[in-house]
Nanobody
Framework: QAQLVESGGGLVQAGGSLKLSCARSGRTFSDYSDYAMGWFRQAPGKEREFVAAITWSSDSPWYGDSAKGRFAISRNIAQNTVYLQMNRLKPEDTGIYYC????????????????WGQGTQVTVSS
């Protein structure tokens, strides 16, 4: 009923950039399009961390401390896709990046997510 498919991960040198994409599909989003969309990441041996989120209808972004000033979240309504542009990447940005959807934006910020993608690996070399 709801699918989130990430793409765009890979290996990049420190200081470089990557752009992640997350395509959402399924009746869940057709029936109710205003799910907040977001990105989380998990580094080896660490807990999952909130990175960024955006409200679907009003296009309002919100960032975790690690993303402020370097990452930008955006969405394309026509393509039903959310993006995460990551600039000035650091080795500590390495991890699996997960796309997420939450019916309530506040729940997203607290990690109380309704749907998760399968994740895409981002590796930043020093």
């Amino acid at each position: 009923q709801a699918q989130l498919v990430e793409s765009g991960g890979g290996l990049v040198q420190a200081g470089g950039s990557l752009k992640l994409s997350c395509a959402r599909s399924g009746r869940t989003f057709s029936d109710y399009s205003d799910y907040a969309m977001g990105w989380f990441r998990q580094a080896p041996g660490k807990e999952r961390e909130f990175v960024a989120a955006i409200t679907w209808s009003s296009d309002s972004p919100w960032y975790g401390d690690s993303a402020k000033g370097r990452f930008a979240i955006s969405r394309n309504i026509a393509q039903n896709t959310v993006y995460l542009q990551m600039n000035r990447l650091k080795p500590e940005d390495t991890g699996i990046y997960y796309c997420a959807a939450a019916r309530v934006f506040g729940d997203m910020l607290g990690g109380n997510v309704d749907y998760w993608g399968q994740g895409t690996q981002v590796t930043v070399s020093s």
